[in-house]
């Protein structure tokens, strides 16, 4: 636990920053009220953003002791940060874990698109593969957790992908404390999603890790999916050079293997 120097801290905010400087100071806006009558912290967790992040961020904690930026060179994902970041704060409590659910009492998904909640309740599935307890929401990235948990569960953590807190309660060695309070998953007011089909194959890497990882690396799993992949593809590319457009084999041996391994590369990369 650490002090901001106005009396015991309360609560510490992680901010994992990607390429997000133009909004910055509304979040901090907002966190100001929010958090007005808590003595609070609010570390940001920046890796290395090319658009000057850290040093907007250390200009605005020169006057704002609430503040603090942890800049990480050559390290990437929003996992890890969020790690990196828990690490370095927190305090204890009566419970493991509070976790913000939309999937309870009065909690909702929002305005969410349908397309979105059917791929929400298929994370949601999915993870309980590997939850150890049970949980409303497992894919939530809104929860809060104690100091004395993360240190028993941050060695067992994989540290990969956007699903922080799945990634917490499958490497959890013993029951988890845990509360849930209902919430309504609010409209994006900044920024874009960054879901998108690596967001996909990261979670399913964390999957992975979790089911098999101690005996088989999860990249690798990941790495032969791919190899059989552009095997399938090769032989179907192969088929139609020579049977439907009649090029002869050579060439369209040549053709398809390109293409293969170009293909191959931009998915294992």
């Not at 419970?95 to 059917?118: E, I, N, P, Y």
């Not at 084999?249 to 170009?262: D, F, G, L, N």
Request: overall charge positive.
């Amino acid at each position: 636990m650490t002090d901001t120097g106005t009396g015991p801290l309360e609560l510490a905010v992680i901010v994992p920053v990607f390429k997000e400087r133009d909004n910055i100071k509304p979040l901090l806006q907002r966190l100001a009220t929010v958090l007005a009558s808590v003595n609070h912290e609010i570390i940001f967790v920046d890796d290395d953003s090319p658009d000057s992040t850290s040093r907007t961020i250390r200009e605005i904690a020169l006057t704002n002791p609430h503040i603090r930026v942890l800049t990480r060179i050559r390290r990437r994902g929003l996992s890890s940060a969020c790690l990196e970041g828990m690490m370095a704060t927190l305090r204890t409590g009566n419970v493991d874990l509070v976790v913000g659910t939309r999937h309870a009492g009065t909690g909702s998904m929002g305005k969410f698109s349908a397309s979105r909640v059917r791929l929400s309740n298929l994370g949601r599935r999915l993870s309980r593969l590997v939850c150890r307890c049970e949980l409303s929401d497992p894919m939530s990235g809104f929860f809060m957790l104690t100091r004395p948990f993360l240190e028993q569960t941050v060695r067992h953590t994989s540290g990969i992908g956007f699903k922080i807190l799945l990634d917490l309660m499958a490497a959890a060695p013993r029951p988890v404390r845990l509360t849930e309070i209902p919430y309504t998953f609010g409209a994006r007011l900044h920024g874009e999603s960054k879901l998108d089909i690596m967001v996909g194959l990261e979670y399913l890497q964390l999957l992975l890790d979790k089911l098999i990882g101690e005996w088989i690396p999860p990249r690798f799993v990941i790495f032969a999916l791919v190899g059989t992949l552009g095997t399938i593809v090769s032989l179907v590319l192969l088929y139609i050079l020579v049977k439907v457009l009649n090029l002869e084999v050579i060439p369209a041996q040549v053709v398809a293997t390109w293409v293969t391994m170009t293909a191959n590369f931009f998915l294992n990369n």
